[in-house]
């Protein structure tokens, strides 16, 4: 098991946030993805978690510098934030 932390980008408190959510090793967060993740942990953790979370994440499963997400990469990945959380809030209401 590869732990979170030996991600590009992600430290021992990024692993900590992660784990609160059930992920627990950067294969799981590779299973799952940076933005269901995020959404995870947004919903989790209803404030204190931003945007560089998310690039942060996805740059650590491309083993890239978060810095290295291009303005479209980052607008694709709000855009999948925000269908994934509109599916959550609809699910909600059932």
Same mark, same amino acid.
Not at 27 to 45: D, F, I, N, S, T
């Given at each position: 098991?590869?732990?979170?932390?030996?991600?590009?980008?992600?430290?021992?408190?990024?692993?900590?946030?992660?784990?609160?959510?059930?992920?627990? !090793?950067? =294969? =799981?967060?590779?299973?799952?993805?940076?933005?269901?993740?995020?959404?995870?942990?947004?919903? %989790?953790?209803?404030?204190?978690? !931003?945007?560089?979370?998310? $690039?942060?994440?996805?740059?650590?499963?491309?083993?890239? %510098?978060?810095?290295?997400?291009?303005?479209?990469?980052?607008?694709?990945?709000?855009?999948?934030? =925000?269908?994934?959380?509109?599916? $959550?809030?609809?699910?909600?209401?059932?």
């Amino acid at each position: 098991m590869v732990a979170i932390s030996s991600l590009k980008n992600l430290g021992e408190k990024s692993a900590e946030q992660l784990l609160t959510v059930g992920i627990k !090793s950067a =294969e =799981e967060l590779r299973q799952v993805g940076a933005v269901e993740a995020y959404v995870l942990l947004k919903r %989790h953790y209803q404030k204190g978690i !931003s945007l560089n979370f998310l $690039y942060a994440m996805e740059a650590g499963l491309r083993n890239i %510098h978060w810095q290295d997400i291009t303005i479209d990469e980052k607008l694709v990945l709000q855009t999948q934030v =925000e269908a994934l959380m509109e599916i $959550y809030q609809n699910y909600d209401k059932l």
